[in-house]
């Protein structure tokens, strides 16, 4: 099982052939990925407009680079076609959480500090406003952060 992090590896190739060298007969490689849910929320949305703007070229896993690896050599030697599945799910969150989840973020944490509290601010604005906010309790500040779990299942032939 690999988590929110396949999407960073350089050779699908060579990836396809060692987990097939590490892999039972007839086992199976599972990569997960959980990402805002931009389309359920225009809040989202706007947040991830905002911060997406210093990924710079890192291999983010909405750019689908890494499906890359099912057309591999290895891949195709080894693997069954994969299956593929999303579920939408929330997590319970404040503008608090909203602020550090973002700040969290590897392109965001590697700016200046400068660049960063303009970042902060501006996300802090963005979940304050909250278009398409669903509250759980509004009078303690908590709403719902809409993700989904992206779920890739690669059977060992």
């Keep these: 099982m690999l988590l929110k992090a396949f999407h960073w590896c350089p050779d699908y190739d060579r990836a396809s052939a060692e987990f097939n060298r590490i892999l039972k007969p007839g086992g199976s490689l599972v990569l997960i990925w959980n990402l805002e849910d931009r389309d359920r929320a225009r809040w989202v949305a706007q947040l991830r407009d905002r911060i997406e703007k210093h990924e710079q070229g890192t291999p983010q896993f ?13 891949y195709q030697t080894f693997f069954q076609p994969p299956v593929e599945k999303a579920w939408p799910y929330s997590l319970p969150t404040t503008v608090d959480i909203a602020v550090d989840r973002a700040s969290s973020k590897s392109y965001i944490a590697v700016l200046s500090p400068s660049e960063k509290a303009n970042v902060q601010d501006y996300v ?3 979940a304050e406003k909250g278009e398409d906010k669903v509250w759980i309790d509004e009078a303690n500040g908590l709403f719902e952060y809409p993700y989904q779990v992206f779920v890739v299942v690669a059977h060992k032939k």
């Design 62 to 74: 909405r750019l689908n680079l890494w499906r890359q690896t099912f057309e591999t050599a290895s």
């Design 124 to 126: 802090r604005k963005i």
